[in-house]
C-alpha cells in the first residue's frame, strides 16, 4: 500500500502564496499530482508531472501560469507552488499517485492522500 502524506495547506489572502507538499511513494515511478475539492463541488484537477519531472507536466486551465508542479524524487516528494491565489482556489486539496502517465492521471488514480485545507480569504 502507498501511502501519500500531504503538508503545506493554510489560510491566506488573495494574491498571496502556499506551497503544498506530499510525501509520497518511496519505489515505482509513480506520476503524481493534485487535485481538489472545492465546498459543495465535485474533485477536480489542477496539476500532474511525470516521474521524469518538470519536462511532462498537466495543469487546469483555471490554475495555468499561477500554480507550479514540480518533484524532487530523491526526497519522494512532489510540491505545488501556489501563487496569485484566489478565492475560488478554496478548496481541500489531494495528493495522488498513477502508474499511467500524465495524459491520463485522473479521478481513478491509484493511491490518493487524505487531503490538505486551503482558505483563500477575500
Known amino acids: 500500500q502507498v501511502q501519500l502524506v500531504e503538508s503545506g495547506g493554510g489560510t491566506v489572502q488573495t494574491g498571496g502564496s502556499l506551497r503544498l507538499s506530499c510525501a509520497g511513494p518511496?519505489?515505482?515511478?509513480?506520476?503524481m499530482g493534485w487535485f481538489r475539492r472545492p465546498p459543495g463541488k465535485e474533485r477536480e484537477f489542477v496539476a500532474a508531472?511525470?516521474?521524469?519531472?518538470?519536462?511532462?507536466?498537466g495543469y487546469a486551465d483555471s490554475v495555468k501560469g499561477r500554480f507550479t508542479i514540480s518533484r524532487d524524487n530523491a526526497k519522494n516528494t512532489v510540491y505545488l507552488q501556489m501563487d496569485s491565489l484566489k478565492p475560488e482556489d478554496t478548496a481541500v486539496y489531494y495528493c495522488a499517485a498513477d502508474s499511467r502517465g500524465v495524459e491520463k492521471f485522473s479521478r481513478s488514480a491509484d493511491f490518493w492522500g487524505q487531503g490538505t485545507q486551503v482558505t483563500v480569504s477575500s
Open positions: 508531472i511525470s516521474y521524469l519531472g518538470s519536462s511532462n507536466t
Open positions: 518511496t519505489s515505482g515511478a509513480y506520476t
